[in-house]
C-alpha cells in the first residue's frame, strides 16, 4: 500500500502528537536526547501549521494527577489546540481520540509520541489495524532506554510503519521549491535551521543556511 501511494503529501496527512508531558521527557535515555526531542516536537507542530495539516494532540493522566499537561513549549505553536486527555496508554483505547482521529478525514498518520515502546508503539500498532498508514518520527520520540526504544522502532517497522525525522517530513510533505508551499516551508525550515545549533552540533546546518536563515529573521 505504502509503494502504491508512493511520497506522502500535505493533503492526505494528519499530524498525531501523542503525551509530550514533562514526566515523559525527564526519562528519555535513548540516542536523541530530551531538549531535540522536545524541539523536533515543535518542528512537527509549526509543519502542521503551516501547511494546514489537522493536527490531533493528547495527552495522558493528568486528570488522574498522574502526569502534568502538555509541556507549554510546545502548546505555545499548536494556537489554543486542546489536548485530548486520557487514561489508556494505547491511545486507540479512547473513544475521543479516536474520533478526532477520524474525523481529520485523513488515512495516513505522521505520529510523534512519548515513550518510543509505549504510547507511540500501541497508538502505531492499532492504527495500522484499524486500516491506517502511519509514518513515525525517530528523532520526535524517544524511549527509556536505548535498547526499549530501538527495539520499539524495529517493532514498528516490522508492522509496516514507515520511519522517518522531523526535517525529512517538512522536505517531502513540500518537496518543490517551485511549489504552492515554498514560502511556509521556507519560514519552518529557516526557523529550525536557527533553533538547533542551539541545542546540539550533531545536526548539518551549512554556514550559508545560517545567513540565509539570518536574512529572513526566522523566528
Not at 502528537?17 to 516536537?41: C, G, K, P, W
Request: with cysteine; glycine share 8%; hydrophobic share 45%.
Amino acid at each position: 500500500m505504502t509503494k502504491e501511494l508512493g511520497v506522502w503529501t500535505a493533503d492526505d496527512c494528519a499530524i498525531v502528537l501523542i503525551d509530550y508531558q514533562n514526566e515523559m521527557f525527564e526519562v528519555i535515555r535513548s540516542e536523541t536526547n530530551a531538549d531535540l526531542v522536545e524541539l523536533h516536537a515543535r518542528l512537527l507542530a509549526r509543519t502542521a501549521k503551516a501547511f494546514d495539516m489537522p493536527i490531533v494532540l493528547s495527552s495522558v493522566g493528568v486528570g488522574y494527577g498522574f502526569n502534568g499537561p502538555t509541556v507549554s513549549s510546545l502548546l505555545s505553536e499548536l494556537d489554543g489546540i486542546e489536548p485530548i486527555d486520557r487514561t489508556s496508554m494505547n491511545a486507540f483505547e479512547d473513544q475521543a481520540f479516536r474520533e478526532a482521529v477520524k474525523a481529520t478525514g485523513r488515512k495516513r498518520l505522521i505520529i510523534g509520541g512519548l515513550h518510543t515502546e509505549i504510547c507511540l508503539a500501541f497508538a502505531t500498532v492499532q492504527a495500522l489495524k484499524d486500516g491506517y498508514e502511519v509514518m513515525f518520527v525517530t528523532d520526535a520520540v524517544g524511549g527509556r532506554s536505548q535498547a526499549a526504544h530501538r527495539t520499539s522502532i524495529e517493532r514498528l517497522s516490522h508492522a509496516g510503519a514507515v520511519p522517518t525525522t522531523a526535517l525529512a517530513v517538512v522536505t517531502e510533505l513540500f518537496r518543490d521549491w517551485a511549489g504552492p508551499l515554498y514560502e511556509q516551508a521556507l519560514d519552518v525550515i529557516y526557523w529550525y535551521f536557527t533553533e538547533v545549533p542551539n541545542h546540539t552540533d550533531q545536526v548539518g546546518v551549512a554556514d550559508a543556511e545560517k545567513r540565509a536563515a539570518a536574512a529572513r529573521g526566522a523566528h
